[in-house]
Protein backbone atom coordinates (compact mmCIF):
# COMPACT_ATOMS: atom_id res chain seq x y z
CA UNK A 1 0.00 0.00 0.00
CA UNK A 2 1.08 3.70 -0.97
CA UNK A 3 2.67 5.69 2.18
CA UNK A 4 3.94 8.94 2.82
CA UNK A 5 7.20 8.81 3.72
CA UNK A 6 8.90 11.55 6.05
CA UNK A 7 12.76 12.28 6.50
CA UNK A 8 14.61 12.66 8.47
CA UNK A 9 12.69 10.87 11.37
CA UNK A 10 14.83 12.71 14.03
CA UNK A 11 16.26 16.18 13.41
CA UNK A 12 18.51 17.84 16.05
CA UNK A 13 19.76 21.62 15.74
CA UNK A 14 20.68 24.63 17.53
CA UNK A 15 18.10 27.51 18.22
CA UNK A 16 18.58 29.95 15.30
CA UNK A 17 19.39 27.75 12.39
CA UNK A 18 16.92 26.57 9.74
CA UNK A 19 16.13 23.13 9.08
CA UNK A 20 14.23 21.57 6.14
CA UNK A 21 11.58 18.44 7.20
CA UNK A 22 10.69 16.61 3.79
CA UNK A 23 8.02 14.81 3.09
CA UNK A 24 6.59 12.45 -0.06
CA UNK A 25 3.46 12.49 -0.27
CA UNK A 26 1.69 9.28 -1.74
CA UNK A 27 1.78 9.96 -5.85
CA UNK A 28 -1.86 10.65 -7.02
CA UNK A 29 -3.08 12.73 -3.78
CA UNK A 30 -3.67 16.49 -4.49
CA UNK A 31 -3.81 18.07 -0.86
CA UNK A 32 -1.09 18.18 1.49
CA UNK A 33 -0.99 19.40 5.46
CA UNK A 34 1.69 19.71 7.81
CA UNK A 35 0.71 19.51 11.50
CA UNK A 36 3.07 19.34 14.92
CA UNK A 37 2.39 17.79 18.35
CA UNK A 38 4.59 18.86 21.23
CA UNK A 39 5.43 16.65 23.65
CA UNK A 40 2.25 15.51 25.92
CA UNK A 41 -0.12 17.92 23.94
CA UNK A 42 -2.73 17.39 21.08
CA UNK A 43 -1.85 17.49 17.45
CA UNK A 44 -1.84 21.14 15.71
CA UNK A 45 -2.74 22.31 11.99
CA UNK A 46 0.07 23.92 10.63
CA UNK A 47 -0.51 24.78 6.88
CA UNK A 48 -2.41 22.92 4.28
CA UNK A 49 -1.38 23.21 0.30
CA UNK A 50 -3.35 22.60 -2.92
CA UNK A 51 -2.56 23.35 -6.72
CA UNK A 52 0.66 24.52 -5.43
CA UNK A 53 -0.36 27.05 -3.20
CA UNK A 54 -1.15 27.15 0.53
CA UNK A 55 -4.69 27.32 1.31
CA UNK A 56 -5.10 27.22 4.75
CA UNK A 57 -2.59 28.17 7.62
CA UNK A 58 -3.42 28.62 11.20
CA UNK A 59 -1.73 31.40 13.68
CA UNK A 60 1.21 29.69 14.29
CA UNK A 61 2.33 29.55 10.68
CA UNK A 62 4.13 32.71 10.55
CA UNK A 63 6.65 33.96 8.74
CA UNK A 64 9.51 31.97 9.92
CA UNK A 65 7.45 28.87 8.36
CA UNK A 66 7.22 28.23 4.75
CA UNK A 67 6.10 24.81 2.52
CA UNK A 68 7.65 24.09 -1.48
CA UNK A 69 7.11 21.41 -2.92
CA UNK A 70 9.58 22.17 -5.27
CA UNK A 71 9.67 19.05 -7.86
CA UNK A 72 6.28 17.01 -8.20
CA UNK A 73 6.72 14.69 -5.84
CA UNK A 74 8.12 16.15 -2.63
CA UNK A 75 6.33 18.50 0.15
CA UNK A 76 8.98 20.70 2.43
CA UNK A 77 8.70 22.55 5.65
CA UNK A 78 11.14 24.99 6.14
CA UNK A 79 11.64 26.81 10.04
CA UNK A 80 14.01 29.45 9.22
CA UNK A 81 14.96 30.44 12.54
CA UNK A 82 14.48 27.57 14.57
CA UNK A 83 13.56 28.44 18.45
CA UNK A 84 13.03 26.31 21.40
CA UNK A 85 9.40 26.04 21.09
CA UNK A 86 9.51 24.90 17.83
CA UNK A 87 10.83 21.54 19.51
CA UNK A 88 7.97 19.07 18.64
CA UNK A 89 6.79 15.64 16.05
CA UNK A 90 6.12 17.66 12.70
CA UNK A 91 3.55 15.16 10.76
CA UNK A 92 2.91 15.44 6.74
CA UNK A 93 -0.44 14.24 5.57
CA UNK A 94 -1.78 13.65 2.54
CA UNK A 95 -5.26 13.13 0.71
CA UNK A 96 -6.74 12.24 -2.59
CA UNK A 97 -9.51 14.68 -2.22
CA UNK A 98 -9.31 17.12 0.76
CA UNK A 99 -10.78 16.12 4.06
CA UNK A 100 -14.44 16.71 3.66
CA UNK A 101 -14.80 13.78 1.07
CA UNK A 102 -11.27 11.58 1.99
CA UNK A 103 -9.44 10.06 4.63
CA UNK A 104 -6.02 11.36 5.98
CA UNK A 105 -2.73 9.73 5.35
CA UNK A 106 -0.13 10.51 7.29
CA UNK A 107 3.64 10.25 7.76
CA UNK A 108 5.72 9.06 10.61
CA UNK A 109 6.46 12.01 11.80
CA UNK A 110 9.74 13.72 12.02
CA UNK A 111 10.78 14.78 15.89
CA UNK A 112 12.65 18.07 15.92
CA UNK A 113 14.90 18.68 18.87
CA UNK A 114 16.13 22.58 19.27
CA UNK A 115 18.79 22.92 21.39
CA UNK B 1 -12.35 26.18 26.22
CA UNK B 2 -11.53 23.08 23.74
CA UNK B 3 -13.70 23.00 20.60
CA UNK B 4 -13.28 19.40 20.79
CA UNK B 5 -13.62 17.07 24.00
CA UNK B 6 -13.05 13.74 24.14
CA UNK B 7 -13.72 11.51 27.26
CA UNK B 8 -13.00 9.58 28.81
CA UNK B 9 -9.40 10.84 28.67
CA UNK B 10 -7.95 7.46 29.82
CA UNK B 11 -9.39 4.12 29.56
CA UNK B 12 -8.46 0.66 30.70
CA UNK B 13 -10.07 -2.32 29.62
CA UNK B 14 -10.14 -5.98 29.94
CA UNK B 15 -9.24 -8.09 26.42
CA UNK B 16 -13.51 -8.99 24.96
CA UNK B 17 -14.50 -5.49 26.73
CA UNK B 18 -16.77 -3.13 24.22
CA UNK B 19 -15.40 0.14 24.46
CA UNK B 20 -16.67 3.56 23.52
CA UNK B 21 -15.10 6.53 23.34
CA UNK B 22 -16.76 9.75 23.03
CA UNK B 23 -16.23 13.27 21.06
CA UNK B 24 -18.15 16.48 21.47
CA UNK B 25 -17.60 19.90 19.50
CA UNK B 26 -18.51 23.55 19.81
CA UNK B 27 -18.33 24.34 16.20
CA UNK B 28 -20.09 23.76 13.23
CA UNK B 29 -18.15 20.78 10.62
CA UNK B 30 -18.44 19.58 7.85
CA UNK B 31 -16.64 16.07 8.65
CA UNK B 32 -15.21 14.38 10.98
CA UNK B 33 -12.06 12.07 11.48
CA UNK B 34 -10.93 9.60 14.17
CA UNK B 35 -7.57 8.61 13.90
CA UNK B 36 -5.21 6.03 15.95
CA UNK B 37 -1.49 7.27 17.31
CA UNK B 38 0.52 4.39 17.83
CA UNK B 39 2.37 4.04 20.89
CA UNK B 40 5.64 4.60 18.64
CA UNK B 41 3.91 7.92 17.32
CA UNK B 42 2.42 7.35 14.00
CA UNK B 43 -1.02 8.39 13.44
CA UNK B 44 -3.64 6.36 11.55
CA UNK B 45 -7.02 7.00 10.18
CA UNK B 46 -9.67 5.15 11.06
CA UNK B 47 -12.39 7.06 9.55
CA UNK B 48 -13.94 10.12 7.67
CA UNK B 49 -17.67 10.75 8.24
CA UNK B 50 -20.44 13.50 7.82
CA UNK B 51 -23.35 11.45 8.97
CA UNK B 52 -24.69 8.40 10.10
CA UNK B 53 -22.23 5.14 10.58
CA UNK B 54 -19.53 3.57 9.53
CA UNK B 55 -18.16 -0.28 10.45
CA UNK B 56 -14.72 -1.47 9.72
CA UNK B 57 -14.01 -4.50 10.78
CA UNK B 58 -14.44 -4.57 14.96
CA UNK B 59 -14.75 -0.76 15.14
CA UNK B 60 -17.72 1.17 14.29
CA UNK B 61 -18.28 5.23 14.33
CA UNK B 62 -21.39 7.23 14.57
CA UNK B 63 -22.03 10.57 14.25
CA UNK B 64 -24.72 12.71 15.10
CA UNK B 65 -24.48 16.31 13.53
CA UNK B 66 -27.53 18.14 15.07
CA UNK B 67 -26.17 17.03 18.77
CA UNK B 68 -22.78 17.43 17.76
CA UNK B 69 -21.40 14.47 18.98
CA UNK B 70 -19.60 11.03 17.46
CA UNK B 71 -18.00 7.95 19.01
CA UNK B 72 -15.47 5.56 18.41
CA UNK B 73 -17.15 1.78 19.65
CA UNK B 74 -14.38 -1.08 19.47
CA UNK B 75 -15.86 -4.67 19.65
CA UNK B 76 -14.32 -7.78 21.72
CA UNK B 77 -11.16 -5.25 22.17
CA UNK B 78 -7.84 -6.76 21.97
CA UNK B 79 -4.31 -5.66 23.42
CA UNK B 80 -2.94 -4.24 20.21
CA UNK B 81 -6.04 -2.05 20.22
CA UNK B 82 -4.41 -0.31 22.73
CA UNK B 83 -3.04 3.16 21.33
CA UNK B 84 -4.58 6.70 21.50
CA UNK B 85 -7.77 7.30 19.83
CA UNK B 86 -7.97 10.92 18.43
CA UNK B 87 -11.38 12.55 17.35
CA UNK B 88 -10.39 15.76 14.49
CA UNK B 89 -13.29 18.11 13.25
CA UNK B 90 -12.97 19.83 9.93
CA UNK B 91 -14.12 22.94 10.26
CA UNK B 92 -13.82 26.26 8.06
CA UNK B 93 -12.58 27.54 4.85
CA UNK B 94 -13.04 25.91 1.08
CA UNK B 95 -10.45 22.94 1.92
CA UNK B 96 -11.65 23.20 5.47
CA UNK B 97 -8.94 22.70 8.06
CA UNK B 98 -8.81 20.09 11.41
CA UNK B 99 -9.21 21.08 14.98
CA UNK B 100 -7.96 18.26 17.20
CA UNK B 101 -9.22 16.18 20.15
CA UNK B 102 -6.81 15.88 23.10
CA UNK B 103 -6.99 12.18 22.68
CA UNK B 104 -8.05 8.97 24.46
CA UNK B 105 -5.89 6.76 25.39
CA UNK B 106 -6.72 3.56 26.05
CA UNK B 107 -4.83 0.30 27.14
CA UNK B 108 -6.36 -3.42 26.57
CA UNK B 109 -4.70 -5.81 29.27
CA UNK B 110 -4.99 -9.35 28.51
Known amino acids: EPEVTQTPSHQVTQMGQEVILRCVPISNHLYFYWYRQILGQKVEFLVS????????KSEIFDDQFSVERPDGSNFTLKIRSTKLEDSAMYFCASSMRGLYNSPLHFGNGTRLTVT | KNEVEQSPQNLTAQEGEFITINCSYSVGISALHWLQQHPGGGIVSLFMLSSGKKKHGRLIATINIQEKHSSLHITASHPRDSAVYIC????????????FGKGTKLSVKP
Open chain 2, 88 to 99: AVVTGGSQGNLI
Open chain 1, 49 to 56: FYNNEISE
